[in-house]
């Protein structure tokens, strides 16, 4: 990345907020001044477990008053502007995109300074930082997750375009910032050395806008030119470099807050020694660990870089020092990873056994009785179409295929009503605006049982079931279940077993 990031990070001609680290004051005017100075924690038990000789720490920015590392960049951004005139208190209205945290931290900022927040992030994100956002007064606008940063409907252009619309309208823009890296070059780095006395010899970071590895990567080589900078980095993303690490054919990743589909200008490749590559699965089941074995209550990205740091922290010796950030904090994953359920539909972790129950195995064929047929509609038909289909169906949802008849989502009424109540949608709008993506399901073709379904029923109204042709991959969708379904199923069988 060449544009303009010499110039970006001689970050020593810049304006500096260092505070001394030694001492706190008893009383603190608001919340905003407790950003920064989070604790840095021996790791005991899974450096163990995995044979690492080195003294590994984790700096717990999930302990920032909004719950991430974010807190930092999002307060020097406000502080910046407003010291320059772009943001007036009582007229200026905050717009910026984002995974959530950074949303959460500026919500928080504008919750304390007096400021209008409008946040827009992906549908991805999870409901936990929406509902923070919401509660710190923040107005919200989802987008859709597969949209590309370049898209017209990606939450960065969606933030441009209501910056330009919406009068009095700030755009903070975290990527191009450079309070971004200039947050944790005077601040999360600063901590770390002071409480290392200068002596760290290997940090790992997670990347995402990449303003907390680049900013901490410049002040430790100034520091400490022995340490070794590690970027952390989950497959689908191009963050990495060389670039033939990038090669994947992953679409979608269920960490959130790092990785990205372009570069963001706060990236400096030059301070980032070397990167990891990381995968969903292992990733939240580091998080689950740091979780139980360590006492650590944080989310999913801290789980990817863990998962990292033990990698690499196998090249060092004892006595050597490898500081690992946990980004976020547990809050925003509660009905995420934290869940047994949704680690469980997603391969992440096995279902639990139970032999006591006669159909807790049971695999489901595709003609079983328990499973509602479903109506489809294409997806060029119109909200009309669809609501017409779901009333004549009964069932709750109806299926949404292409021109293959492949399943690309569902329509249901308590989302169109969600819609069309609280995102001030219209009846006049393309069908895919009211498509959900986000379904649990169950392939027949797979050997599926009856314990996959009861386990996401526990964590969602139906199970949408499809059958994937074994030649065309093609998944077709054959109907749904419910829990009243499940339930009857159950029951009448039982009877018939116990002869009633």
Not at 92 to 105: A, F, M, R, W, Y
Not at 198 to 212: E, L, R
Request: hydrophobic share 40%.
């Amino acid at each position: 990345m060449e544009n303009g990031t010499s110039k970006f990070f001689n970050l020593k001609e810049f304006p500096h907020i260092v505070r001394a680290l030694d001492r706190n004051l008893k009383i603190q005017d608001n919340v905003l001044n407790v950003i920064g100075n989070t604790p840095l924690v021996k790791l005991s038990k899974i450096p163990k477990e995995e044979g690492i000789q080195c003294e590994m720490y984790a700096k717990c920015e999930y302990l920032n008053p909004g719950g991430s590392v974010k807190d930092r960049i999002a307060y020097r951004m406000v502080l910046d502007a407003e010291q320059r005139g772009i943001l007036i208190p009582g007229k200026s209205v905050i717009i910026e995109p984002t995974s959530g945290n950074t949303g959460i931290g500026l919500a928080l900022a504008s919750a304390v300074k007096g400021y209008r927040c409008i946040i827009v992030l992906p549908e991805k994100m999870s409901d936990e930082k929406v509902n923070t956002l919401k509660a710190l007064g923040a107005e919200i606008i989802r987008t859709p997750t597969e949209a590309a940063s370049d898209s017209p409907d990606s939450n960065i252009s969606v933030a441009k375009r209501l910056s330009k619309e919406i009068p009095n309208a700030v755009l903070l823009d975290q990527y191009n910032n450079p309070c971004n890296p200039l947050a944790h070059y005077d601040g999360t780095a600063e901590e770390i050395l002071w409480s290392l006395d200068d002596n760290v010899d290997m940090v790992v970071i997670g990347a995402g806008t990449c303003g907390t590895v680049s900013g901490i990567g410049h002040k430790i080589k100034e520091r400490c030119p022995k340490c070794v900078v590690v970027g952390v980095d989950p497959h689908g993303s191009i963050l990495a470099e060389p670039e033939e690490l990038n090669k994947s054919d992953v679409q979608m990743y269920e960490v959130e807050g790092i990785g990205y589909d372009f570069l963001p200008r706060s990236l400096d490749r030059k301070v980032i020694d070397k990167w990891v590559k990381t995968e969903d699965g292992t990733s939240l089941q580091m998080a689950r660990r740091l979780i139980k074995e360590e006492g650590l209550l944080c989310g999913g990205s801290s789980g990817a870089v863990m998962w990292a740091a033990v990698q690499v922290a196998k090249n060092l010796k004892a006595g050597q020092k490898c500081v690992v950030l946990l980004p976020d904090n547990i809050r925003n994953y509660m009905t995420k990873f934290i869940s047994d359920q949704w680690m469980e539909t997603r391969n992440f972790k096995p279902y639990p056994t139970n032999d006591k129950l006669w159909w807790w195995n049971k695999v489901i064929a595709e003609n079983e009785d328990l499973i509602q047929a479903t109506a489809s509609v294409s997806q060029n038909s119109s909200i009309s179409e669809a609501i017409a289909a779901l009333r004549e169906s009964k069932a709750p949802v109806v299926n949404i295929v292409d021109d293959k008849g492949s399943l690309i989502g569902i329509f249901t009424a308590d989302n169109a009503r969600r819609r069309l109540a609280n995102l001030a949608g219209s009846v006049v709008e393309d069908l895919e605006k009211f498509t959900v993506k986000k379904i649990y399901q169950i392939d027949v073709s797979n050997d599926s049982t009856l314990a996959a379904v009861s386990r996401m029923l526990d964590i969602t109204p139906y199970v949408v079931v499809v059958k994937t042709d074994a030649s065309s991959n093609i998944q077709k969708p054959i109907g749904v279940i419910t829990s009243d379904d499940l339930l009857t199923y159950i029951t009448n069988k039982s009877n018939q077993l116990n002869g009633n």
